[in-house]
């Protein structure tokens, strides 16, 4: 962490637009919206973690999914993993610059479902009955 992290601007063409079918950031798009990624993003955004308190803080997330996205997101440059040298060695995930850059959002939506949340499960009933 503390590392600048300098972003380079594309022109907008098939490669660098999220609408076209052949840009190559769809898949980091989908990894970083995908079901747990967002969940793991905002909680390491508090502070770094070992395994087993990350996995213990989001509900319904199993070790293997988990080991997954740690995986994913550490080879896409938004997690560090960081082994202390110990018996046995202690292992703890923390963000890098561009993984607070993005849980930053990531948190923002998460505020959002939770104070509209209630108002869209209220809509689903009435938009059932309509149709």
Same mark, same amino acid.
């Given at each position: 962490?503390?590392?600048?992290?300098?972003?380079?601007?594309?022109?907008?063409?098939?490669?660098?637009?999220?609408?076209?079918?052949?840009?190559?950031?769809?898949?980091?798009?989908?990894?970083?919206?995908?079901?747990?990624?967002?969940?793991?993003?905002?909680?390491?955004?508090?502070?770094?973690?070992?395994?087993?308190?990350?996995?213990?803080?989001?509900?319904?997330?199993?070790?293997?999914?988990?080991?997954?996205?740690?995986?994913?997101?550490?080879?896409?440059?938004?997690?560090?993993?960081?082994?202390?040298?110990?018996?046995?060695?202690?292992?703890?995930?923390?963000?890098?610059?561009?993984?607070?850059?993005?849980?930053?959002?990531?948190?923002?939506?998460?505020?959002?479902?939770?104070?509209?949340?209630? %108002?869209?499960? %209220?809509?689903?009933?009435?938009?059932?009955?309509?149709?």
């Amino acid at each position: 962490m503390g590392e600048n992290v300098e972003v380079k601007r594309l022109p907008r063409n098939r490669h660098s637009d999220l609408f076209h079918s052949e840009c190559p950031g769809r898949v980091i798009f989908d990894r970083v919206t995908s079901r747990w990624a967002p969940l793991v993003l905002v909680k390491l955004a508090e502070g770094p973690l070992r395994f087993y308190e990350l996995r213990d803080q989001i509900g319904g997330i199993s070790e293997k999914v988990l080991s997954e996205k740690l995986r994913l997101l550490a080879r896409d440059g938004l997690v560090e993993r960081t082994v202390e040298p110990a018996i046995p060695p202690r292992v703890s995930y923390a963000l890098t610059d561009m993984g607070h850059s993005v849980a930053k959002p990531l948190r923002q939506l998460m505020r959002w479902v939770a104070d509209h949340g209630h %108002a869209i499960l %209220a809509a689903q009933p009435q938009h059932d009955d309509q149709n």
